[in-house]
């Protein structure tokens, strides 16, 4: 059992996860380096925060084949923090982000995911890749046509060359190639030296310099508290996609574990916060990467080309790498939603369009994903309540009136509950049949009431007939009327 999941997770593709690995490792860099300028501080830190994820998440994460690493959703949470206190206090909050994402795994966080729709998820995927593609823009702006050039090339490279081979990754062929231009041509470009020092030492362990007293602790809580929630959802939304790329599952309880664990670690050797990331998981995957080899990989060979060979990977031209992006953000951005726009129901696609609008209003992801989630429990609550029905027929002797409710009773559906009781006519008897119904909270356990209240206060007698059993467990509990008949339990 253990070598058959050593052999699937690890080295069932060990050819194609190598390379891939070095690809990601490639597109890691200059995305550490931005994140660290982001959050405030040294490009080491993103740097090294990329290497500890990355290594420690392909031992313990619950999704083979998918790259954690620093990200710009942990980054802009911590700039207050890095500045009113310093560096120490983010490697603090680092520490304590794991604990709680551990902490959220054995609580089962990951069940939360069933509640996130596939519109929340379509628009959260479309909102990355637009992110993604914005993130490119600066190196796109002033500067010479050179560097259209290249980034034309690259996406040729990219584009063209599998139609010939797909032995190597045409993205790692493509930064080789533009590298090998930039240098032997001495082009005037961009390159990765341009966005920050590179470190030349590997990390090294240590305890953040902060003093171990409650005010410190209430200092760290709130970041850490909303560094841990935003990366458990983008690691939680991240492995849902790749899972779909892969068609094959993810243990997500366990991934949670596994990126409190990583961020936990990564904090005393000098590491920012981080979370799965979509970007470099995409390029993984249609590299060919697919096991736990091919993150482990990204991670050693970051740490290889910043400590060994930074001299020649500070010379790696930017427009390489920004057409590795601008092929990710292609890849990503699922161009069928569009299409299904006209097809789909109209409030599927408003959750989609609400979701990328607001990542991409906000640029946090969190806000969007959370504002598609509410928008789909509000329509989902509309769409039960629509069909909620109700009919009554009068007695021959028109002494009594039974009303029969079918449906979902609950806080949308209750006030038409109540609209659909004359409680002004004239009755010996009202029988309220429930056979089909079924009451799912205090907002439906109090409509009873008060229905039941009112039509006393009239004269009328009150039957309630067919409360299935939990439904009559709920009422039972928290019916504040008196002697409520149940009779007719369904079991």
């Not at 508290?225 to 939304?237: C, D, R, T």
């Not at 993810?250 to 005393?268: H, I, M, P, Y």
């Not at 427009?319 to 409030?347: C, D, E």
């Not at 039974?402 to 609950?410: D, M, P």
Request: proline share 4%.
């Amino acid at each position: 059992m253990f070598v058959s999941t050593l052999q699937k997770e690890w080295f069932s593709n060990p050819r194609a996860d190598i390379l891939a690995g070095i690809l990601v490792a490639l597109a890691l860099i200059p995305e550490a380096i931005g994140f660290s300028i982001i959050a405030g501080v040294d490009p080491r830190v993103g740097l090294y925060a990329s290497f500890s994820i990355a290594v420690i998440i392909s031992f313990v994460g619950g999704r083979p084949g998918m790259i954690s690493a620093a990200t710009a959703a942990v980054a802009v949470l911590v700039v207050p923090l890095v500045k009113n206190y310093g560096v120490d206090y983010l490697f603090a909050a680092t520490i304590l982000m794991g604990l709680i994402q551990v902490l959220a795994g054995f609580l089962r966080f990951d069940l939360l995911m069933q509640y996130v729709s596939r519109s929340v998820v379509t628009g959260f995927v479309n909102a990355l890749a637009i992110l993604i593609f914005m993130a490119q823009l600066p190196q796109l702006t002033n500067v010479t046509w050179i560097t259209y050039a290249m980034v034309g090339a690259g996406l040729a490279i990219i584009y063209l060359l599998p139609r010939v081979t797909t032995v190597i990754p045409s993205p790692l062929i493509a930064i080789i190639v533009l590298t090998v231009i930039t240098i032997y041509g001495d082009l005037d470009v961009r390159t990765v030296g341009d966005m920050g020092e590179l470190p030349s030492a590997i990390p090294s362990f240590f305890i953040p310099n902060v003093p171990f007293t409650f005010e410190t602790f209430q200092i760290v809580l709130p970041f850490s508290i909303a560094m841990a929630a935003v990366g458990l959802l983008e690691s939680m939304l991240t492995a849902q996609i790749v899972d779909n790329l892969t068609d094959s599952p993810s243990d997500k309880r366990q991934e949670c574990k596994g990126q409190g664990l990583a961020n936990f670690v990564t904090g005393f050797f000098g590491g920012m916060g981080g979370c799965a990331m979509i970007g470099q998981s995409v390029i993984n995957v249609k590299s060919g990467g697919s096991t736990r080899l091919s993150t482990l990989v990204a991670g050693v060979f970051l740490l290889f080309l910043i400590v060994v060979l930074g001299p020649l990977v500070v010379r790696i031209p930017m427009p390489a790498l920004v057409a590795v992006m601008i092929m990710v953000s292609i890849g990503t951005f699922s161009w069928r939603s569009v299409k299904n726009l006209r097809s789909y129901p109209w409030q599927s696609s408003v959750v989609m369009l609400v979701t990328v609008v607001v990542v991409v209003w906000t640029q946090d992801l969190a806000k969007g994903v959370l504002a598609g989630v509410i928008l789909s429990g509000l329509f989902f609550a509309h769409k039960v309540k629509r069909v909620f029905t109700v009919h009554s027929q009068l007695s021959d002797d028109g002494k009594t009136r039974t009303y029969f409710y079918s449906g979902q009773v609950f806080f949308a559906s209750a006030e038409h509950f109540a609209e659909s009781i004359d409680f002004k006519e004239v009755l010996d008897k009202v029988v309220i049949d429930v056979s089909d119904a079924y009451f799912w909270d205090i907002s439906a356990v109090g409509v009873l009431d008060d229905a039941i209240i009112k039509l006393r206060r009239e004269g009328a007698t009150v039957e309630i007939v067919g409360l299935n059993k939990e439904s009559a467990a709920l009422v039972g509990r928290f019916a504040t009327h008196d002697q409520l008949s149940a009779s007719n339990p369904q079991n």
